[in-house]
């Protein structure tokens, strides 16, 4: 179960709020409220696969299409076991205002299957995959829906996919993002949230007046957006003094070093074990007394329940919808600086949508181009969602809704019902 679960609040809840709130504070008409709040298309598919022992197992998989006013949908495919329609749609629905507000030529979709992965063995992923695929790939193509890696995919499940698209509509590089780099994926793309979160945060504390070198900050979630985020901050001189994944957290006063952390990771596996820090709770983790929290894992988790018990002053939402609505309440309360995770996350997208791009065009950027290209959008991205809240004296996360909603209402005006 989900962290905050009892607050009866879910991701989909969550993104309804947010774009509530904002809708209110735009005095968005009704109409527009209603069909920007409205799926495109939910599909619910049965995943069977016959594992090496011989058995059978069947997991659900959904994909929803949110909107796809602005362009084909993009988002995720994530393997967990809190996916669910409710999460997909929710994610579906952010992705949605994360590719307008950024301003890439996407609509918004998300897509997961509800399994442990921990107890699936490569092959058995694999097939996974490829029967996942198989049942929604009707749906997929460059100019319809272009999915990427979420929490428990990558680069290879992203190959396996391009290659059952592939095998349906003929070599189709375009069809899916975050793919291996021999097989059409971008330089940059592996980094690109991480780095993407690191850039919105030195663009905002350039206009706040922040020092990011007296700063000091916990990441939890040591996966793709953890790690690099974790090694960014690092290298702007934020003393990172805690990360964790799902073995727990490890603390150190004097910052934790990061490349010996992934050295750990890539022997052991996971964090566990890891020697440079002590053995904290994740729960401990998100409540440490450090300048930035970065939640870089699940949804949630900062909620009724702990918010009140969160000492740091900024919040950098490297995950998706890491505060449930009342945990944003509290914390706002407490006037915690809230880097919203439309604004904060877009880096992986953005790469995604450079990917497309040079797949379309068969021409590849070297990563100085891809990395170059990115800061332009993340800071551009970072002052015009800071503009707008001085402006209307507005959180960060509304005023980055407003820029959304708007793209999104005058595209769905302009092409029509
Ligand atoms: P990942 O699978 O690479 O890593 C997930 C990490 O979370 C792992 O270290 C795992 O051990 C940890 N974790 C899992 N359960 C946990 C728990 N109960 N407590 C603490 N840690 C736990 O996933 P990712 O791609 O890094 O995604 C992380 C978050 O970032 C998700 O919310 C995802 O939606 C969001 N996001 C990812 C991307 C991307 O490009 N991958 C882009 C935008 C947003």
């Excluded at 850039?199 to 700063?215: H, K, N, Q």
């Excluded at 440079?276 to 009724?304: H, S």
């Excluded at 998706?320 to 809230?338: D, F, K, M, W």
């Amino acid at each position: 179960m989900q962290a905050g679960a009892d607050e009866h609040v879910s991701i989909g809840q969550t993104a309804q709020t947010q774009f509530d709130k904002a809708a209110e504070a735009m005095e968005l008409d009704d109409e527009t409220r209603t069909l920007l709040s409205t799926p495109f298309r939910e599909v619910r598919v049965e995943v069977p696969i016959r594992k090496d022992d011989g058995t059978l197992s069947v997991y659900t998989g959904y994909r929803v299409q949110f909107n796809g006013a602005r362009g084909p949908f993009k988002g995720g495919i994530r393997y967990a076991t809190d996916v669910d329609m409710d999460e997909v749609c929710g994610l579906a629905a952010l992705m949605t205002w994360k590719t307008a507000l950024v301003d890439i030529p996407f609509g918004g979709g998300k897509g997961g299957v509800n399994v442990d992965v921990h107890h699936l063995n490569i092959y058995e992923i694999e097939r996974l995959t490829r029967k996942f695929i198989s049942r929604i790939s009707r749906l997929l193509g460059p100019y319809r829906d272009i999915p990427a890696p979420d929490m428990y995919t990558n680069a290879q499940t992203m190959a396996w996919i391009f290659d059952e698209i592939s095998g349906r509509q003929g070599y189709s590089l375009a069809a899916v993002t975050g793919k291996p780099i021999a097989l059409g994926g971008s330089e940059g793309r592996e980094a690109a949230t991480g780095r993407g979160v690191v850039y919105v945060f030195e663009e905002l504390a350039r206009l706040e007046g922040w020092d990011p070198s007296a700063m000091t900050a916990a990441v939890q979630g040591f996966g793709n957006v953890g790690t690099f985020a974790a090694t960014f901050l690092t290298d702007i001189g934020v003393r990172v003094k805690a990360i964790s994944d799902i073995t727990g957290g490890y603390y150190n006063e004097k910052g934790i070093d990061i490349q010996a952390a992934l050295a750990h990771r890539a022997e052991a596996g996971d964090l566990g074990g890891f020697p440079g820090g002590d053995l904290i709770t994740n729960a401990e983790l998100l409540e440490l007394d450090v300048d930035v929290l970065v939640p870089a894992a699940m949804g949630g988790v900062v909620n009724r329940d702990n918010s009140d018990r969160v000492k740091a002053r900024i919040l950098l939402e490297a995950a998706n919808a890491p505060l449930t609505s009342i945990g944003q309440c509290h914390l706002e309360e407490r006037g915690v600086y809230i880097i919203p995770d439309i604004l904060a996350n877009a880096g992986g997208v953005t790469v995604s949508y450079f990917e497309w791009v040079q797949n379309i065009q068969q021409f590849s950027w070297d990563e100085e181009r891809v990395n170059g290209e990115l800061k332009k959008i993340m800071n551009l991205s970072s002052q015009k969602v800071h503009a707008a809240a001085k402006e209307k004296n507005v959180t960060l996360r509304t005023a980055a809704f407003t820029i959304a909603i708007e793209r999104v209402a005058e595209a769905e005006r302009l092409r029509g019902v």
